[in-house]
Every structure is written in C-alpha cells, then in structure tokens.
C-alpha cells in the first residue's frame, strides 16, 4: 500500500519561472491539501481539493494555483517565483473531510530553491 | 497570531531522561494530531486524539488530549537519540474540513 507520492524531490528554478509539483494520495484518500513549510517554521497551509474542486485556501497569493485529477491525485502550480517562495512543498491526503478525527498522512515532501 | 503554541521551543536532554512537550490553544479543536519531523522529509504522524481527556500511548510515548479539547501534551519517557526531532502538533478545528493548523514546534536533540 503505497503512501503519499510526492515528486519532484528537489528542484532548483529562477526568479520568475513557473513550476509545478505532483502529488499521488495514500490509496483509499480522495481528499489532497498542500503546505508549505519555511525552514525552521511549521506548515502553513496552501489550499485542499475534493472531488477536483478547491474546498478551502489559505492565505497564499493567485499565484498558487493547484488541480485535482479523477485519479485523486494533485498537482501545485506556482507562477512568477520570488526569492521568499523557496521551501519544502508539502502534500497531505485524507478521506472525505470531516471532523472525526480523520487521519491525515504526509508526503516526504518537494524542496523548491528560488535563485 | 499563532494559534497553537507550542512549549519548549528547544529541549536538548541526555539519554534516559523524560520530557514533556506542550501544545495549547484558546480554541477548541475536533482533532489534534501529533507528527515527528527529520530534516528535509515530511512530517510522519505519530498519533491522533479525538475526545476530550483521552490518553494514548504509542511505546515510551504518553499523549494527552486536555478535556476542553484546547491543548495537548507529550511526554516521552526514557529519550533516546532515535527521538530527536522536530515535534509538532496539529489540529482540525469543527467544520475545518480536515485543514490542519500546525504549532510552533518543538525541536528536541537528545544526546548520549
């Protein structure tokens, strides 16, 4: 049973680029939420999708952008890259949201350099 | 604002020792969950705690769940090297829809 998949693993892009990050749910999970973490800091949460909609967003910029795919897998897209959007990008997945303690697992996680 | 706080921010013990790392809050949360973190990888969920007082031990770990739901504790008895890490807690708040608000963290080095 495969957990969470994120890739890429590391990337390095320029001011100003775009770039885009994938991520597989754990099998059974429909629901997929990105963070992002700054180093020494703990995530923030960037948005959630279900069911190929965005249910909720944190406060990031439009430049974050993301979709859900039928397969329930995810991607995050960033446009016009600044120094400060460097960090570790990462995935969570979970069953359909709800409040009853459901379990939420994380990916290992993609490391964005801006240069 | 910060709306979970974590305490201590910073622990470094020797090995055999106990600790106890605090999660509180002044809102109320449906779940919380604990995750331990290694440099450069995702965090790995350690436990999760849904009702109001509810205790959970996961080997030489004790977590806590305070009965209005507003904070939580962890405490590790007899550290050793393998539990360093960064330590954080994580909650869901009613109607969150499984969005997680993460602590301060707790980075903690226990040394031989």
């Known amino acids: 049973d495969a957990g969470v998949t994120q890739s890429p693993t590391h990337l390095i892009k320029t001011r100003g680029q775009q770039v885009t990050l994938r991520c597989s749910p754990k099998s059974g999970h429909d629901t997929v939420s990105w963070y992002q973490q700054a180093l020494g800091q703990g995530p923030q949460f960037i948005f959630q999708y279900y069911e190929e909609e965005e249910r909720q967003r944190g406060n990031f910029p439009d430049r974050f952008s993301g979709h859900q795919f039928p397969n329930y897998s995810s991607e995050l897209n960033v446009n016009a890259l600044l120094l400060g959007d460097s960090a570790l990008y990462l995935c969570a997945s979970s069953k359909i949201p709800d409040d009853s303690g459901n379990t939420i697992y994380f990916g290992e996680g993609s490391w964005l350099t801006v240069v | 604002t910060q709306l979970l706080e974590q305490s201590p921010q910073f622990l470094s013990i020797q090995e055999g020792e106990n600790l106890t790392v605090y999660c509180n809050s002044s809102s109320v949360f449906s779940s919380l969950q604990w995750y331990r973190q290694e440099p450069g990888e995702g965090p790995v969920l350690l436990v999760t705690v849904v009702t109001g007082g509810e205790v959970k031990k996961l080997k030489r770990l004790t977590f806590q769940f305070g009965d209005a739901r507003k904070d939580s504790s962890l405490h590790i008895t007899a550290a050793q090297p393998g539990d360093t890490g960064l330590y954080l807690c994580?909650?869901?708040?009613?109607?969150?829809?499984?969005?997680?608000?993460f602590g301060t963290g707790t980075q903690l080095k226990v040394e031989l």
């Open positions: 994580a909650g869901v708040r009613r109607g969150g829809g499984n969005k997680l608000t």
